[in-house]
Nanobody
Framework: QLQLVESGGGLVQPGGSLRLSCAAS????????IGWFRQAPGKEREGVFC????????DSADSVKGRFTISRDNAKNTVYLQMNSLKPEDTAVYYC??????????????????????WGQGTQVTVSS
């Protein structure tokens, strides 16, 4: 069964940190761009960060630049989203998604969601004091 599983969400105080993981099973992430998205209540799902498989090209939303980083461990078939200096407005369900490398050469966070082939079930991140 091909699936992505997110983990690492939780409740954190403003200014705190969390590291989200996106683990793939049934397929290797070596051939997929990985995107992280988030959806807050009443809002559309938005792209946060993405990473390409080979050269590590990344792209991110302006709202997280300088606070979030993305990395991948191909040996563990996992992509990580390190979130620092968290703010209440970062509260959302965070999803990871995979798009095969044949779809485009470089990941760009503005790529439409329908171009992603697989999605995880999401993990809740709540930033509150």
């Amino acid at each position: 069964q091909l699936q992505l599983v997110e983990s690492g969400g939780g409740l954190v105080q403003p200014g705190g940190s969390l590291r989200l993981s996106c683990a793939a099973s049934g397929f290797t992430l070596d051939y997929y761009h990985i995107g992280w998205f988030r959806q807050a209540p009443g809002k559309e799902r938005e792209g946060v960060f993405c990473i390409s498989p080979s050269d590590g090209n990344t792209d991110s939303a302006d709202s997280v630049k300088g606070r979030f980083t993305i990395s991948r461990d191909n040996a563990k078939n996992t992509v990580y989203l390190q979130m620092n200096s968290l703010k209440p407005e970062d509260t959302a369900v965070y999803y990871c998604a995979a798009a095969h490398i044949t779809r485009w050469a470089l990941c760009v966070i503005s790529r439409p969601k329908y171009e992603y082939d697989y999605w995880g079930q999401g993990t809740q991140v709540t930033v509150s004091s």
